[in-house]
């Protein structure tokens, strides 16, 4: 659903005269929502031009990429198999119905579970030629889609989004942002947004906050990425990587998903617990640390998605939500509408 909207998002205790906008691609679908979509868009056309019959991606148990490639894989007519990554204790068990996987599921994705041990002994590489070749054994035509749809091809999912925005921008006439803040996972929409950035006239600066890796290693993936797209360009040039992993991925603080409530309750965003939410967190961190090199400054925070992982926290949430209670009927309340209906 493009283009995804922006508006202006009220956080408190921002430092003095700084704005801070947000572009929605939390709204680019209901099951297809989030960024995953725009680098999809890319890779699986590839797949239907070389005629595959199905795909093959790979991801933590709680993937939003593997969710959104079942999704438009469908649409597509294409068969979809994941590798899920879980914890040792759970990859002999049922994965049940929870957030990403009850879409998966209802799908009839083909889901194989491996463990955190054998994924990284194994590599997700070898994991999907493993299931590549059994396919193959079978007639079958699969096309192997990387973690997070990260590689160059799909770079031009957030290359194109920079094309949208600027689009946007134009046609509001007022607003030119200064800086683009986004949660980073496996490399794709942070090498697009800085690629696009710096090649197209909105030359806003482009921060990352990683979520599982250190920025070193985004470095080096992103350059590997903007190398493949032949950019001529040093990833150190284009963006600014800094940690925001705070316990692991997919792993929060109590402070965190209070962060991720309080937001939620102040300004009516919901944000992701494993990338928006640590992204908004450690930005505005940083801008109570350094006010200095944020003050005074039109900065646009990229919600990629990731909403239905949220229900993987429930239990986790449970002692932050909003409160309730049985509604008082201890006067008597005569019926105003007609009766009849079933209540
Ligand atoms: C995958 C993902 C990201 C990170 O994007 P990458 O291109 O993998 O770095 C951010 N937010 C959400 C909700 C995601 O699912």
Redesign the pocket.
Known sequence: QFPTPIHQWNLPNLPEGTEVWIKRD?LSGMQLS???VR?LEFLLSDAVAQGADCVITVGGIQ???CR?TAVAAKYLNLDCYLILRTSKLLVDQDPGLVGNLLVERLLGAHIDLVSKEEYGKIGSVALADLLKKRLLEEGRKPYVIP????NSL?TWG?IEAVRELEQQIQLSGDVQFDDIV???????????LALGSKLSSLKAKVH?FS?CDDPEYFYDYVQGLIDGLQSGLDSHDIVSIQNAKGLGYAMNTAEELKFVKDIATATGIVL?P???GK?AYAMLKDMADNPSKWKGRKVLFVH???LL?LYDKVDQMSSLAGSWRRMDLEESVPRKDGTGKMF
Do not use: P, W
Not at 147 to 150: F, W
Not at 182 to 192: D, K, L, M, Q, R
């Open positions: 939390d989030g960024n995953k680098k993937s939003n990429h959104a973690v997070g749809g990260s799909g957030y986004v949660a980073c996972g496996s490399g794709g929409t942070i090498a697009g990352a979520v992701d494993v990338y928006s992204g990629t998605g990731g992982g």
